[in-house]
């Protein structure tokens, strides 16, 4: 969680092969998963969001095959601390 956003540009870009000026919002947590940094690039520069929980821990991806796009309403589950794995209503 050092990295700032010439940082998390080159993840976004060298490591993942994408563009990291896509309307997309990027997110990195941290190790311990209580933290979380956002990159987004609004046409004007860069935005980087910085959010550390009190308690509980993001449920985050344990490694990088894990990693996915996420729908608007798994990344509000994220952000409240839920699994973005919810049960699917019949």
Same mark, same amino acid.
């Given at each position: ?6 940082? +998390?540009? #080159? ?5 993942? *092969?994408?563009?990291?000026? =896509? ?6 947590? %941290? ?6 940094? =956002? ?5 004007? %520069? ?9 308690? %509980?821990?993001? *449920?985050? /991806?344990?490694?990088?095959?894990? =990693?996915?796009? +996420?729908?608007? *309403? ?7 601390? +839920?699994?973005?794995? *919810? /049960?699917? #209503?019949?």
């Amino acid at each position: 969680m050092r990295l700032s956003i010439n940082g +998390l540009m #080159a993840i976004i870009r060298d490591i993942y *092969q994408m563009d990291p000026y =896509a309307n997309t919002l990027y997110l990195f947590c %941290g190790r311990k998963t209580d933290r979380l940094k =956002a990159l987004y690039h609004d046409k004007n %520069g860069f935005v980087l969001l910085y959010m550390r929980l009190d308690s %509980g821990r993001f *449920q985050w /991806p344990r490694c990088a095959s894990e =990693a996915r796009m +996420l729908t608007r *309403q798994e990344y509000r589950w994220l952000m409240e601390g +839920l699994s973005i794995d *919810q /049960p699917r #209503a019949l």
